[in-house]
């Protein structure tokens, strides 16, 4: 794991699965070579307001998380996304802290890709606001949003497909499934699409509520107690966040980490 202290640029030329731990930062800017691939975990270890700059090469593809410890944390990321490159974007926050996070995708050429998977557990206040752009044609976005709510939560999502005239035969599609598990919380999901192009495809999916009781009553006739048929709910709703990865030993850590969190 490497250190980054104060504004910096990450410059990747190369391939490369890293790691970087944040401290006395207010800026960012990652970008790639074409024809590489990256996959980068981002800690935010303190609190802090970042803005993140991120801008993909022809062909080239990042993989990136970010992974929020502390207690109070604005983020915002712009990523600018060219031909045939590939930006898989994680937000995972499951910790207490209280989060703003904007998320804004530009797709600018043909082929550009991206995917937004965001994990959270809240008991504070958390904020998203994530939207893809689809500048040009036969560009694709997917954005998948998970969220546990517990007690005192105040969750608040905003997640926007926009496809421009001129982007024909572009996809965008997006998926929200929010978990409560408490009467004292407020939980929000606004998806919104807006479409200036006939050639296109795009839905939004959304879901709210508490657990299933039928799954939960499967689960305990299996014999599990009402305690672990909850956790194992509760990370099936959560483990979508390992797929930001395609390296295993990436993706095994954030599974285990997930399984940690909700007690497994």
């Known amino acids: 794991m490497e250190q980054l202290v104060g504004n910096s ?16 930062m207010q800026e960012l800017v990652i970008t790639t070579t074409a024809n590489t691939a990256n996959e980068l975990v981002i800690k935010l270890v303190e609190d802090m307001d970042l803005h993140c700059k991120i801008q993909l090469a022809n062909h080239s593809q990042l993989h990136i998380l970010f992974d929020n410890g502390a207690k109070h944390t604005k983020l915002q990321i712009e990523a600018d996304v060219q031909l045939a490159a590939t930006i898989k974007i994680g937000m995972y926050e499951l910790s207490d802290s209280e989060v703003q996070e904007k998320v804004l995708v530009n797709l600018l050429a043909e082929d550009a890709t ?20 689809h500048h040009a044609p036969n560009t694709n ?9 517990d007690a005192k939560a105040n969750y608040d999502l905003r997640a926007c497909g926009t496809i421009k005239k001129g982007a024909f035969g572009s996809k965008s599609h997006q998926m929200s499934r929010i978990l409560t598990t408490s009467d004292d919380q407020v939980s929000k999901a606004t998806p919104v699409l807006l479409i200036d192009e006939n ?16 799954h939960l009553y499967y689960l305990t006739s ?10 194992l709910l509760t990370l099936s709703y959560l483990l979508p966040i390992s797929e930001v990865f395609d390296n295993e030993d990436m993706r095994s850590e954030y599974i285990n980490k997930v399984r940690s969190r909700v007690g497994l």
Do not use: P, W
């Not at 640029?9 to 006395?24: G, N």
């Not at 050639?199 to 039928?214: I, L, P, R, W, Y």
């Open 199 to 214: 050639d296109v495809m795009a839905s939004h999916a959304n879901s709210m509520g508490k657990m299933d009781e039928q």
């Open 9 to 24: 640029v990450l410059h990747l030329d190369t391939s490369k699965v890293e790691t970087y731990e944040l401290h006395d």
């Open 141 to 149: 976005s997917d954005m998948n949003n998970f969220e546990i709510s």
């Open 114 to 133: 991206a995917k937004i998977v965001s994990t959270s557990i809240s008991t504070t206040k958390k904020a998203f606001d994530i939207e893809c752009i």
């Open 222 to 231: 299996r014999g599990m107690d009402e305690k672990q048929a909850k956790e």
